[in-house]
């Protein structure tokens, strides 16, 4: 007999693949070498940094029955999050803030690589923080079905050491 999956933890899968996709493209354009390629394709990387945080917050929140979809409503409640330490220690400044500002980085060469390292490992820390909190909603089998079911390219590569580091007992 298949356990049947609830509707909310398959909406909770179907947003974390949107923010895992997003991440994937990401995190795959350091390794190309062609220059000309890789200079224009970090013009994505704000976008890509975008939608993997904004889904990864959606995903968090409908791990609560929230569902959210205006991007303004979620910045606006990530910045107030922030403030009040839902996220770690309260800050005044909402340090996820630059993955909503795409206009903010118009970069290119140097610049423009480093901003793309700053980015993936904003996006990381914050999925990190939001994947933790769903698997406690959601429970750590519900969780592993959802990335059982993972596209091979997405399952095996970030997602899979993302995983093993939340779960890990140290």
């Not at 947003?15 to 890789?38: G, H, M, Q, T, V």
């Not at 606006?76 to 206009?103: I, S």
């Not at 909603?137 to 091979?152: F, K, M, N, Q």
Request: glycine content about 4%; charged content about 20%.
């Amino acid at each position: 007999m298949i356990a049947e999956i609830s509707p909310i933890k398959t909406v909770v899968g179907k947003l974390l693949l949107n923010s895992w996709a997003a991440e994937y493209a990401l995190n795959i354009k350091p390794a190309c070498a062609d220059r000309d390629f890789l200079n224009s394709a970090l013009s994505w990387a704000q976008p890509q940094a975008y939608y993997a945080a904004l889904f990864s917050m959606r995903a968090r929140l409908a791990a609560d029955q929230v569902y959210m979809a205006d991007p303004k409503a979620i910045e606006k409640l990530m910045v107030q999050w922030a403030k009040e330490g839902v996220f770690g220690q309260p800050m005044q400044t909402n340090p996820f803030a630059d993955l909503f500002n795409a206009a903010r980085y118009r970069v290119s060469g140097p610049e423009a690589a480093m901003r793309h390292v700053e980015l993936t490992t904003r996006v990381h820390a914050f999925a990190i923080l939001n994947e933790t909190y769903i698997i406690g909603r959601i429970g750590e089998p519900t969780y592993r079905r959802i990335i059982a079911d993972l596209p091979v390219y997405i399952r095996d590569g970030f997602v899979s050491a993302r995983t093993a580091l939340i779960l890990s007992d140290e």
